[in-house]
């Protein structure tokens, strides 16, 4: 079984780079349109000067799904932190639990909004609509070990330095 | 839609499956901009089965109500009236008034059923989207256009105007592509107070609220103090119209001093392969042709491309078609002029092919024209303000349901097929406009179509002293107003709403809108919000004269003082705007307006 999950493991993480983020939000109308009406996709308010979207880090030690009190969030075969919509109770403990502010508290049919890493798409050698429909190539579909060691990493987000990313 | 299946800037039509079943995928292969979608494409097909699409003709009964009927009864009717109409008063009591999401083939059918009936008035888009492309015809000036993708991320230098990444979101990757390619790479923005696109300006001109027409008249002539543009033709000209006006008053209207536009004018004419891109001036209403203008002016000096972002999806496209057949035509109106024809019961019937013009036009005055009019039509695909007040409401098709050619911003045309079936009764305008033929005039007379004649369009003018006369006339009136200012008021400027596209008539009915930004909000100087006692979500009412508004306020760190923000899509907004009719433009010139701000109390909204 352990096997079994990680010759199918996803390592790819989506990054976003501060610096080309527009704030358009396309990232989660794709969400929205994605995950009929729940934006997995949290907007950040930095300071009353730009918002950015908060994304789910897929984190190897996930504290929601410690926190979750049903079981409704667990790691799938694919390494994505996903959740079981029949067990979620809408208790919100992932959401105070999740260190990034990654879930949101739209609730939708009463189930906490969780990213699923599209993976519908990712296994089919996609990747997340967010990341394809990103108007300003600010998100991107990496692998994690290529971008953790970069010196412009941060949790998940990288400042471009004047670099050109594409999706 | 403002960006309807990518036509503004995209080359390819994201439906793929089958006819009946539709679904949204992502080219992140594509050539023009690898996958973008904005948030208004992406919720695109919910309007193919929104469920408040109107799905068969309806008829306004005696009592008032609009009741379903047949297509051929709602035909037979409408063909009925239109003649009696045109034969009682002529065709210059008709008009026709399209939507800037029409298809080229659209645009040129309805254009053609017009000079078959001999009506004169017929006009498209919205009326800002007419004054951007119009100043840029009326400038007169030869310059070279943005028409590929890659002209723009790999540009070295680039001026943009106005808030062009929320007017077309999909522009932002090839923007950004030159704004991070080199270190020394400039991405000017120009603007009046910050916005998405200023936050990566650098340099980020910050001129006054409503100043950028100013700006662009101060950065031309500093170009041409400075001896770029020697080859022009009409140099001496433009330098005689500015030192008139003279470079002191544009500083000090613009709120920018020369230097500080210097460098940048000069590497847009040094270096190679630059740009500058102009969207509606959200800050700058009251004159977008000038500034449209005085931005191709400044390309052509400073040997850039120019780029003019308009609102409507296919506001190139309908314009060139309709042109193509004659319109706007010297002897017929405009759309706003049909507003004010219909308030003196010149014109007496107009016909709406997707378009609101309460919604496209400010203020009250459309409210009031189309209750003035003996017949009003409109074909559309969901409710709107036009919708409401119609003789006849007849269901039409959106892009996707119909096949048709779409131009976009580049100058490209792009060709759309059918992916699914409208839903019900709608119908294509193709069909639409067939059928009204064949009652009004008979299977033949499609054959004889008279040619238009070749005479300038209206809106054509040689370049020279006029702009700069008018320039110089809104300067005045502009400072006058600014100086003039009632004490406790705010100069209300409106702001793109990344949520909405084009008037917002469409965009309103969609999911993620009403998701993403649930109470419209305004903006408010972080001083001008402790004055008044209100912090970010607390209500506020702005008033004008027959027009209030509740928002919800967010506080805007370096907006300037007695200056709102708030979104120019929202028709509550609207409503407090005031236009009159530019004579020289035949469009709206938005005045200046004034609002009084007032805190709500009763907690938050
Ligand atoms: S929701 Fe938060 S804690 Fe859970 S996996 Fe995502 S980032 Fe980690
Ligand atoms: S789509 Fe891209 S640019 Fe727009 S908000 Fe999302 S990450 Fe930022």
């Known amino acids: 079984m352990t096997s079994a999950i990680s010759e199918r493991k996803v390592t790819k993480r989506i990054v976003l780079d501060l610096d080309r983020c527009t704030g358009c939000r396309a990232c989660g109308a794709a969400c929205h349109v994605g995950h009929h009406g729940q934006t997995n996709l949290v907007p950040g308010v930095v300071a009353d000067a730009a918002v950015l979207p908060v994304h789910c880090r897929h984190c190897e030690h996930a504290a929601c799904v410690e926190a979750c009190p049903t079981g409704a969030l667990y790691r799938e075969e694919h390494g994505f932190v996903r959740r079981a919509e029949v067990l979620c109770i809408g208790c919100r403990s992932c959401s105070f639990a999740c260190p990034f502010g990654a879930i949101g508290d739209e609730f939708v049919r009463h189930v906490s909004p969780k990213c699923d890493l599209c993976v519908d798409r990712v296994v089919a050698g996609g990747v997340p609509r967010c990341v394809a429909s990103c108007t300003s190539g600010a998100l991107s579909f990496v692998e994690l070990e290529e971008t953790v060691g970069t010196p412009e990493y941060v949790g998940g987000r990288i400042r471009s330095r004047g670099t050109t990313r594409r999706a | ?605």
Not at chain 2, 173 to 197: E, W
Not at chain 2, 328 to 334: F, I, S, V, Y
């Open chain 2, 1 to 605: 839609m403002g960006c309807t299946l990518l036509i503004r800037s995209a080359g390819h039509g994201p439906y793929v499956g089958e006819p009946t079943l539709p679904t949204l995928d992502y080219d992140t292969e594509g050539a023009f901009n690898r996958g973008s979608l904005c948030g208004c494409g992406n919720l695109s097909l919910e309007l193919c089965s929104h469920p408040r699409r109107f799905e068969s003709p309806r008829m306004r009964d005696a009592a008032g109500v609009l009741q379903e009927v047949t297509w051929s009864k709602a035909l037979d009717e409408i063909a009925a009236r239109l003649g009696a109409i045109r034969r009682e008063s002529g065709p210059g009591s008709v008009g026709l008034w399209l939507a800037p999401s029409l298809s080229n083939e659209d645009a040129e059918r309805v254009a053609r059923f017009a000079r078959l009936l001999d009506v004169p008035n017929v006009d498209s888009g919205l009326p800002e989207d007419q004054a951007l492309l119009g100043g840029i015809e009326r400038a007169g000036v030869s310059v070279e256009r943005v028409e590929r993708i890659e002209q723009l991320a790999g540009a070295t230098a680039m001026l943009c105007v106005g808030d062009v990444l929320t007017l077309a979101p999909c522009l932002a990757k090839p923007v950004l592509d030159a704004r991070y390619d080199r270190r020394q790479n400039l991405l000017g923005t120009l603007a009046g107070a910050r916005s998405r696109t200023t936050w990566f300006g650098k340099p980020d001109l910050r001129c006054a609220p409503g100043g950028e027409t100013a700006a662009l008249a101060l950065m031309l002539h500093v170009a041409l103090l400075g001896g770029h543009g020697r080859g022009v033709p009409w140099r001496q000209s433009a330098l005689d119209g500015l030192d008139a006006i003279g470079i002191a008053t544009l500083e000090r209207a613009a709120a920018l001093r020369r230097d500080a536009v210097a460098s940048l004018v000069d590497a847009l004419a040094e270096r190679p392969g630059t740009a500058i891109l102009i969207g509606v001036g959200f800050a700058d209403r009251a004159r977008p042709d000038l500034a449209a203008g005085l931005a191709a002016m400044l390309a052509a000096v400073t040997d850039s491309r120019l780029l003019a972002v308009p609102q409507g999806a296919n506001a190139v496209g309908v314009r060139r078609a309709l042109r193509a057949e004659g319109y706007p035509d010297r002897a017929g109106l405009t759309g706003p002029e049909m507003l004010e024809a219909a308030l003196t019961g010149e014109l007496r019937a107009l016909l709406l092919f997707g378009l609101d013009p309460i919604a496209a036009t400010p203020g009250h005055l459309a409210r009031s024209a189309l209750g003035r009019l003996d017949l009003l039509v409109a074909a559309d695909v969901l409710p709107n303000r036009a919708t409401h007040r119609a003789d006849f409401v007849l269901p039409a098709c959106v892009a996707g349901e119909k096949h048709g050619h779409f131009t976009n911003a580049f100058g490209a045309d792009l060709e759309l097929g059918v992916a699914l079936r409208p839903p019900g009764e709608a119908r294509t305008e193709a069909f639409l406009i067939g059928e009204l033929e064949r009652r009004m005039l008979g299977g033949a007379a499609i054959r004889r179509v008279p040619e238009p004649e070749q005479r300038p369009g209206a809106l054509e003018q040689k370049s020279g002293g006029g702009l700069f006369a008018d320039l110089d006339l809104f300067l005045r009136l502009q400072e006058r107003e600014h100086t003039g200012r009632e004490v406790g008021t705010h100069l209300l400027l409106g702001r793109a709403d990344p949520a909405q596209s084009g008037d917002g008539s469409w965009t309103r009915h969609l999911s993620w809108p009403q998701h993403d930004t649930p109470r419209p909000e305004v903006s408010l100087a972080v001083e001008d919000a402790a004055e008044l006692g209100v912090r970010t979500g607390d209500q506020v009412r702005l008033r004008s004269p027959g027009a209030e508004v509740v928002l919800a306020v967010r506080t805007e760190p370096r907006l300037p003082r007695h200056v709102v923000l708030a979104p120019g899509s929202e028709p509550g907004v609207r409503d407090l705007l005031r236009w009159r009719l530019d004579p020289a433009l035949r469009q709206i010139a938005l005045d200046p307006v004034r609002v009084s701000v007032e805190r709500v109390d009763g907690g938050q909204p």
